[in-house]
């Protein structure tokens, strides 16, 4: 049970700790990709903490199960000496987060499946509706009738790259080059099922700012990230001049090439790639990840042990 606490308590410490943590060291987007791994490597982490902290529990109980009095004589002197115990405030305040946990992972896990069911079946109706009412081009991308400049991306089957007739209209063979390379790096990297998963898991636990931060987060890096597949094929140039163009809204909910500020994104694209700021960012979210990825490990090996005490 010690090492189910120390567990939790780690994943308490990630909640509060990681957002401020991780968004100071992804301000910049200096290292994108690194980005991304940091926060899909915290919200993991934590959601794994608590299912393998949840399992312990249940398989302790479970091992007593054949005895159902001497569970409740246990839980009732377990009781008596956390009144009685001169840390049995903080034992009492452990135990009902334990319980708190324990409720919310229960519950969690149908919610989360249901939503992204609604996700997915919203994404796809969509793309077989642009799918029908657009027309598709040789350069495998549909086209539809519209006022305002746009190109986005919907994932299905098959996804489908929309641009508006206004989009074509605006922008040269450069810029719509760059701007369908940036939506082709997002259908192949599936970036849209990373923020399903991730909008997924903030609508079940709308309350912890890591998770909420997180979706929020990584869409703006998975943009940079698309941005960067395109710039290394087209150039920097062509891409911004049509990230201008395009930088009217898209229907929300979808991969938009204009989705996040055109200067902040003109910005870090005119930053150098030897510039020692990305060695450095890459440095950090790299050290940052490993510490999340050993660190339930090192605490479950430390509490195990006997080393580390969590108490109950």
């Not at 007739?165 to 970036?191: F, I, M, N, P, Y």
């Amino acid at each position: 049970m010690s090492v189910a606490v120390c567990l939790l308590l780690y994943s308490l410490t990630t909640l509060f700790a990681g957002p401020p943590l991780l968004r100071e060291l992804t301000r910049y987007g200096h290292a994108p990709r690194f980005g991304v791994a940091a926060w899909l490597t915290a919200i993991g982490s934590v959601l794994l903490t608590w299912l393998v902290a949840v399992g312990m529990i249940v398989v302790g109980v479970a091992s007593r199960w054949n005895y159902p009095r001497v569970v409740a004589a246990s839980c009732l002197a377990r009781l008596r000496g956390v009144v009685t115990d001169n840390a049995g405030a903080a034992k009492m305040v452990l135990a009902a987060i334990v319980a708190a946990l324990v409720l919310l992972v229960a519950s969690a896990g149908v919610r989360l499946a249901r939503t992204l069911w609604r996700m997915r079946t919203r994404t796809h109706e969509h793309a077989e509706a642009v799918r029908l009412v657009g027309h598709r081009t040789a350069d495998a991308y549909v086209v539809v009738e519209a006022e305002e400049p746009a190109a986005y991306c919907v994932p299905g089957r098959p996804p489908a790259i929309v641009v508006t007739s206004a989009a074509l209209a605006a922008l040269d063979d450069d810029e719509l080059a760059a701007v369908l390379a940036h939506e082709r790096a997002h259908l192949t990297g599936h970036h849209s099922l990373v923020l399903t998963m991730l909008r997924g898991v903030a609508a079940v636990f709308p309350k912890f700012t890591l998770m909420r931060d997180g979706a929020t987060q990584v869409a703006r890096l998975l943009e940079m990230c698309a941005d960067d597949a395109s710039a290394r094929r087209h150039g920097s140039g062509a891409l911004l001049s049509g990230l201008i163009t395009m930088c009217r809204a898209a229907p929300a909910g979808v991969l938009a090439a204009s989705e996040v500020a055109v200067l902040a994104r003109a910005e870090r694209l005119s930053v150098p790639t030897g510039d020692p700021a990305i060695a450095r960012a890459r440095a950090a979210l790299t050290s940052v990840v490993a510490v999340m990825v050993a660190g339930p490990f090192m605490i479950g090996a430390l509490a195990a042990s006997g080393v580390l005490l969590c108490g109950m």
